[in-house]
């Protein structure tokens, strides 16, 4: 199982693999991942700086690390097939289980 909780993995004509890319994904392969979603807080005037730290530091380091520990609801802002808010959800956990459960549903195993 990998760290996202997802091990389903859909091989399609023509080469394209869809999975939940973990890091070791992209430093082995080389490819970049579409990003399916994003997690982020529910209230906008959390989310704002929220967005603005993730654009300004990424999605790893130790700001990143920081607004994962946020106490706040947390909300799936889906991005590919249709873009949809999934939640509130009172922890960021029950989010990213709601997120991965989506993504595997909608994208992953969509025909």
């Known amino acids: 199982m990998s760290e996202t909780g997802s091990n389903v993995t859909r091989y399609l004509p023509g080469g394209?693999?869809?999975?939940?890319?973990?890091?070791?994904?992209?430093?082995?392969f080389g490819v970049k991942p579409v990003r399916a979603s994003r997690v982020e807080p529910v209230l906008?005037?959390?989310?704002i700086p929220f967005l603005l730290l993730r654009k300004c530091f990424g999605d790893s380091g130790e700001v990143a690390d920081w607004t994962r520990r946020?106490?706040?609801?947390?909300r799936v802002r889906t991005l590919i097939a249709y873009p949809e808010i999934l939640g509130p959800f009172d922890t960021r956990e029950e989010a990213l289980r709601a997120e991965v459960a989506w993504i595997e549903k909608n994208w992953i195993l969509a025909k």
């Open 70 to 74: 946020w106490r706040c609801r947390f």
């Open 44 to 47: 906008w005037y959390l989310r």
């Open 16 to 28: 394209e693999v869809r999975k939940i890319a973990e890091p070791s994904d992209v430093e082995t």
